[in-house]
């Protein structure tokens, strides 16, 4: 298996599908021309695809400058770690390495708290940090 990784903001609706789907990111999908929108206007995508399969995704949006917010993170269950998340992650992190904040918000679980840590995150109920989500 070989991963390759692509910069590319435009990402058609099936493979969209397929992946926020697979990872029960059914709210996602309810409308596609919406999430394809919201790729667009994304400050970075980049994507994992084994040959035509996407596999993972990952997107960022802030100001490029004082903060980013990794939206989204997903990899296909079949494709969980094989490194690709990782891979993902890192590859953001290094472009925006001199940011100073980088924020996300995720479900509490054990799996998803190593994951952050190990990338280098630090839980807010752990630090000095507080945080606050409206989500409707």
């Known amino acids: 298996m070989v991963i390759t990784y692509k910069h590319d903001k435009t990402i058609d609706k099936e ?3 397929c992946l926020y789907n697979d990872v029960h990111w059914t709210a996602y999908t309810k409308d596609i021309p919406l999430l394809q929108q919201a790729l667009l206007q994304s400050e970075e995508v980049i994507s994992a695809w084994d040959g035509e399969q996407l ?3 990952i997107r960022a949006i802030g100001d490029r400058l004082t903060i980013i917010y990794i939206q989204d993170l997903l990899v296909l269950t079949a494709y969980q770690k094989q490194g690709i998340g990782t891979q993902l992650m890192q590859m953001i ?4 390495q001199h940011v100073r904040q980088k924020v996300l918000l995720t479900e509490e679980a054990p799996d998803v708290r190593y994951f952050y840590e190990k990338n280098g995150f630090q839980s807010c109920d752990r630090g000095s940090a507080i945080a606050f989500a409206k989500i409707n």
Not at 93 to 96: I, V
């Open 15 to 17: 493979p969209l599908i």
């Open 55 to 57: 596999v993972g995704l």
């Open 93 to 96: 992190l290094k472009k925006y």
